[in-house]
């Protein structure tokens, strides 16, 4: 498992509730994106405050998943989500969730000016980035902590995914992906990632046409030789032909029989995805 499922930090899940009746286990708690363990077949953890979930060990098994509120993961208070697992007051206040966050090419902790907090932004911008390009839908570029490898790539649901350079700030690779940005796409078709269709792509011989397409300050930081192509392996019995998006707070109770994990997306045998990472901040009942 990665070194964020063992952390005690407060973007884990703040309240949970495990009980047996009827022969059925119910947890709740808030939702965090799902933990996960590299491998063949890659591992998936719901994380609660006293216990954690294992996803895989429920694959071909009904589930019910009903929403009961909302949690802010940042100050903690019963308040309607807004974005991202946060409140309306606390995404505008946070530095966890800065312009440079979604952005990296705004980051200016390197010149020690502060966003929203410049302690808590050198912490986060001045360590080793990676830029990278993975096959999801399609190749795409995008950026990561290097200690966030291959989690971020676990993450979109990449097939593959190759390291093109590794620089020592986040505004560095910001502005790398910024002009790699006109020859690749920086965001993943979620339908077309969920329904396992993408083109098999080389990404060693792809990272090979990138170099002289990346900022001459970035030169230096180039991967030429290096052989690190990451190959992810999901826990997906069967594809969908068609996905269809599940909003709890549209549809607040859902009940299904899982039949892949892949990005941080469950998929239901009808076709159902339900998107972990969109929804965290919801408090929802699980029934097992």
């Known amino acids: 498992m990665n ?4 952390k005690n930090n407060k973007f884990c899940l703040t309240r949970s509730v ?9 947890y709740e708690g808030v939702l965090t994106k799902m933990q996960t363990e590299f491998g063949n077949p890659i591992q998936y953890y719901l994380v609660f405050e006293n216990s954690f979930l294992n996803v895989n060990q429920l694959l071909n098994k009904n589930i019910e998943i009903n929403f009961v509120g909302y ?8 308040k309607k989500i807004f974005r991202q697992g946060f409140c309306y007051d606390c995404f505008y206040s946070s530095p966890a969730v800065g312009d440079w966050i979604m952005k990296p090419e705004l980051s200016t ?16 911008q001045l360590q080793p980035h990676i830029v990278y390009l993975a096959l ?5 570029v995008g950026v990561t902590r290097k200690t966030q490898v291959p989690t971020r790539w676990i993450d979109q649901g990449a097939e ?10 986040r505004y560095l690779a910001g502005i790398t992906e910024v002009a790699l940005k006109s020859h690749y796409a920086d965001k993943t078709n979620w339908r077309k990632m969920l329904t396992n269709n993408f083109e098999s792509i080389d990404l060693i011989a792809e990272r090979l046409k990138v170099e002289n397409l990346i900022p ?3 030169q230096e930081y180039f991967y030429l030789h290096k052989n690190d192509l990451y190959e992810m392996h999901y826990p997906v019995l069967e594809y969908p032909t068609k996905v269809n998006s599940l909003s709890l707070e549209k549809s607040p109770n859902f009940k299904g029989k899982l039949t892949g994990i892949k990005g941080q997306y469950l998929i239901f045998e009808d076709g159902t995805v339900f998107n972990i990472r ?3 901040g919801l408090i929802v009942q699980l029934i097992l």
């Open 136 to 140: 999801s839908s399609e190749v795409k």
């Open 278 to 280: 969109s929804s965290e």
């Open 3 to 6: 070194d964020n499922f063992t």
């Open 160 to 169: 593959k995914a190759i390291s093109i350079v590794e620089v020592p700030n």
């Open 216 to 218: 001459t300050e970035v």
């Open 109 to 124: 902790a390197h010149l020690g000016i502060q966003d929203r907090d410049l302690v808590y932004e050198e912490k986060v």
């Open 18 to 26: 495990k009980l047996e009746t009827l022969n059925r286990m119910i």
């Open 71 to 78: 949690q802010c993961l940042n100050c903690g208070k019963k």
